[in-house]
């Protein structure tokens, strides 16, 4: 804690403030513009919408509203070992699944619980604001300090993400976004695919700014030649699974996969309704008939690797997809995204601050395509992976049961969608579900072996 003995040497300390601050001043930029996105969020959210839960796997926009917020918490507690949490019977509702800060409430009740209140939570939310800019303002943070305050950003990147999952399970088209923008044009695109030479290839993230923990050490894998989707699949082309009997008979699925199938009664991608007029889908736009053009959306792991295998294929590994993503075989170079090095924007993908709240056809980004010629391996859908999802060789944990404590019974995702935020993506992100989870944002492209 900063204390001002006499007036001089408050002067003094005030001088010698004001230049740290200034140097501080991208991170607390950072922080505004973050917090400032989670806010645009629920804006047009009436009150009751707040506290409620649809389902055990979503979370009240309420309880969002304040983990967010509550993480910062646990992050400074971490720098500054005498920082007093704002409340503990906050703290025992808003914690996810860390253990080291006690027992965290049971997820699917969060919808149960009334208080803290709607209103009190955005005192919270405002409380910790300041609590965090005058956190960063007067404590001399280390290269680590740093770290762990950015991870927090990023941290709140995902929660806005799952924020949306969360109201179109809610809400669907009842959810009025503060910004919608015109979807773009498509050309006409026919799925074909790209052949990738194999050999050693460097998986991992490889440039100078944040990354999580999971996405490194860099390191070398050693690849076959494939070849791969040049678009993720479509509906159209997920439609004659369906029709084919996809979901009617066990030989495409996975032992446990086909166990799901026939419990939950799965008959098509999450969301979409069989009507006389053909399929349809209830999402951010609405209920509508399904664009064939589309990136199929919102299929679990066990529906792509099921469809796959009707079709041939496979799904790639995530080393696959990194290097179809990222690396150039012409300059023998790989970059942060497909397009380059340069950070994302509304010519090369779509993502949350593109505001189209929906996917874009297949082909709607060719300023986004890869040095191999693949296309939307950013935004759109997350792309299911082959792999399992654990540490890479010489993995260092960054921060105690954030990524780590996950390293089972769950698949790879990789490419973003159109959820999330901008700062949040590169080539080398790896995210992760459980192999029936399907309320995201996610899709798959397939690749054969040669």
Request: charged letters at 25%; proline letters at 4%; a negative charge.
């Amino acid at each position: 804690m900063v204390r001002y003995n006499n007036e001089e040497g408050s002067n003094f300390l005030i001088m010698t403030i004001i230049p740290e601050i200034e140097n501080k001043k991208p991170l607390l930029e950072q922080f505004r513009e973050t917090r400032k996105r989670t806010l645009e969020i629920v804006k047009t959210l009436e009150k009751d919408d707040f506290i409620v839960q649809t389902a055990f796997f979503t979370s009240p926009p309420k309880w969002h509203v304040g983990h967010v917020s509550w993480i910062y918490e646990a992050i400074m507690s971490k720098i500054d070992k005498n920082y007093e949490f704002y409340s503990r019977e906050f703290s025992e509702y808003l914690n996810s699944y860390y253990q080291q800060f006690g027992v965290p409430h049971d997820k699917g009740t969060r919808g149960m619980i009334s208080r803290p209140t709607i209103e009190q939570i955005f005192q919270y939310f405002n409380t910790i604001n300041q609590r965090v800019q005058r956190f960063i303002e007067l404590h001399t943070l280390s290269n680590e300090a740093k770290r762990l305050i950015v991870m927090g950003f990023h941290h709140e990147c995902q929660h806005q993400e799952l924020l949306v999952y969360d109201l179109q399970h809610l809400l669907a088209e009842q959810y009025r976004p503060i910004r919608k923008n015109k979807m773009p044009r498509a050309a006409v695109a026919e799925q074909n695919s790209v052949k990738i030479k194999g050999g050693l290839f460097s998986v991992g993230y490889n440039g100078k700014g944040y990354c999580y923990d999971i996405e490194l050490p860099e390191h070398k894998e050693y690849l076959n030649d494939f070849r791969i989707d040049v678009f993720p699949v479509t509906n159209e082309q997920y439609l004659r699974f369906i029709n084919d009997g996809g979901y009617e008979t066990y030989k495409y699925w996975l032992s446990d996969g086909w166990e799901k199938v026939k419990k939950n009664e799965w008959k098509a991608p999450m969301y979409w309704e069989n009507s006389e007029e053909g399929w349809k889908v209830r999402d951010f736009q609405g209920i509508r008939k399904i664009n064939p053009k589309e990136p199929v959306c919102h299929v679990s792991y066990y529906e792509a690797d099921a469809y796959c295998k009707w079709a041939g294929k496979r799904l790639p590994t995530e080393a696959e997809w990194e290097k179809a993503a990222c690396w150039s075989e012409e300059k023998q170079e790989k970059t942060i995204f497909p397009w380059g090095n340069e950070e994302p924007s509304e010519q090369n993908c779509n993502l949350l601050e593109s505001y189209h709240w929906g996917c874009t056809e297949v082909g709607a980004y060719p300023r986004g395509k890869s040095p191999s010629g693949c296309y939307q391996m950013i935004g759109d859908v997350w792309e299911w992976t082959a792999s399992e999802f654990m540490g890479y060789p010489g993995f260092k944990t960054g921060f105690n049961e954030y990524n780590d404590k996950w390293f089972t019974n769950q698949k790879v995702l990789r490419g973003g969608s159109f959820g999330t935020p901008q700062m949040s993506i590169r080539g080398s992100y790896r995210n992760f579900f459980r192999l029936d989870e399907r309320w995201l944002f996610s899709g798959f492209r397939c690749v054969e072996d040669i």
